[in-house]
């Protein structure tokens, strides 16, 4: 099976604007997360989607935002840059019936916001 | 909310040594703890993981254990080698999301 996919897999923009990133999980994966990783924080758990709902949200602003379509992909948008966005951005899917599944990760979208 | 935290943040050991990185929680409803190793560049990867109803796994020349007791969970890597160097990640899974630590970089010195 093909792994979990992400595009683009590098990014530069300035302040003010907005992105889009896009995360293909893992065929028959139905769910998807997405963490912003930076060297101080760590993995910090963004929103997972299952089956096009969102079913849980970390403690980011509302400038963050996601979706997910009915073949399990899922984009975030992230509106308003600002220079503390500059992060690697990592989504990974499991299959989700129960909650606890095995997470499998994509090779993430590095952001750099000018 | 949990409350994950992993030491020590920076490892190295002679090729051959034994390493341990330890993970504590805190919230008693975790019930799912993976490993992961991310390289240089690289998404990190599941090594090993382990379920609350567990107390120990092995795969080869890593192995996890858990103390659901006093809420610690520790990964093993025995017979140490250079291309064990990466970063590690533990985690804990509370039924609703994942929360992470914030990683231990190993560094094995041949």
């Known amino acids: 099976k093909a792994g979990v996919t992400q595009t683009p897999r590098y990014l530069i923009k300035t302040r003010g604007q907005q992105v889009t990133l896009s995360c293909s999980p893992i065929?028959?994966?139905?769910?998807v997360s997405w963490y912003q990783q930076t060297p101080g924080q760590g993995l910090q758990f963004l929103f997972e989607?299952?089956?096009?709902?969102?079913?849980n949200k970390g403690n980011f602003p509302g400038r963050f935002s996601g979706r997910q379509f009915s073949n399990s992909r899922s984009e975030m948008n992230v509106s308003t840059l600002e220079l503390g966005d500059s992060a690697l951005y990592l989504c990974?899917?499991?299959?989700?019936?129960?909650?606890?599944?095995?997470?499998?990760f994509g090779p993430g979208t590095r952001l750099t916001v000018l | 909310g949990e409350n994950v935290e992993q030491h020590p943040s920076t490892l190295s050991v002679q090729e051959g040594d034994s390493a341990v990185i330890k993970c504590t929680y805190s919230?008693?409803?975790?019930?799912?703890f993976p490993w992961y190793k991310q390289e240089l560049g690289k998404r990190p990867q599941l090594i090993i993981d382990?379920?609350?109803?567990?107390g120990e796994k092995k795969d080869q020349r890593i192995a996890v254990t858990l103390n659901k007791t006093a809420k610690h969970f520790s990964l093993h890597i025995t017979e140490t080698q250079p291309e064990d160097s990466a970063v590690y990640f533990c985690?804990?899974?509370?039924?609703?999301?994942?929360?992470f630590g914030t990683g231990t970089s190993l560094t094995v010195i041949p």
């Open positions: 990974a899917s499991s299959l989700a019936g129960t909650r606890a599944d095995t997470q499998y």
């Open positions: 065929s028959g994966h139905r769910s």
């Open positions: 989607y299952f089956s096009e709902t969102q079913r």
């Open positions: 919230d008693s409803a975790s019930n799912y």
């Open positions: 382990i379920r609350s109803n567990v």
């Open positions: 985690a804990a899974n509370t039924g609703n999301q994942f929360y």
